[in-house]
């Protein structure tokens, strides 16, 4: 046991060691850049971000028509409960992806104008 403890601990040190380094590199990488070069790898991240946030919202969207139009379900009405719930719930969790969509959208114009004026 104290064993297995140990070698987590030592995991544990080395993960964030790692995270560390790498943080420290991507400030380094950061300080060596021109101003608009900055502003590019923001754009670039944010456009990700954007980008992801969109497709998670979509395919929640999508999920609903592809059970609605899927006929083996009606022989099958514990899993179309199942699956109803699990809608129910990315429903749920869509409305927040909508809304951090719409921040990320929102900060990243806000970012820009103020790097403009930089």
């Known amino acids: 046991m104290d064993e297995s403890y140990d070698e987590v601990k030592e995991l544990k040190s080395s993960f ?3 995270f ?8 380094e990488y950061l300080d060596s850049l021109t101003p608009d070069k900055i502003v590019c790898v923001f754009n670039i991240i944010v456009g990700g971000l954007s ?24 022989r099958f009405p514990r899993i179309l409960e199942i699956l109803r719930i699990r809608n129910y719930i ?16 929102l900060l990243t114009i806000l970012s820009n104008m103020y790097m403009l004026f930089l």
């Open 16 to 18: 964030f060691e790692y």
């Open 20 to 27: 560390k380094s790498l943080y420290n590199n991507y400030n």
């Open 90 to 105: 990315n429903k749920k969790i869509a409305k927040f992806y909508l809304f951090l969509h719409f921040m990320i959208i």
């Open 51 to 74: 980008l992801s946030s969109f497709f998670t919202i979509l395919s929640i969207m999508l999920s609903d028509n592809i059970i609605n139009k899927i006929k083996f379900l009606e």
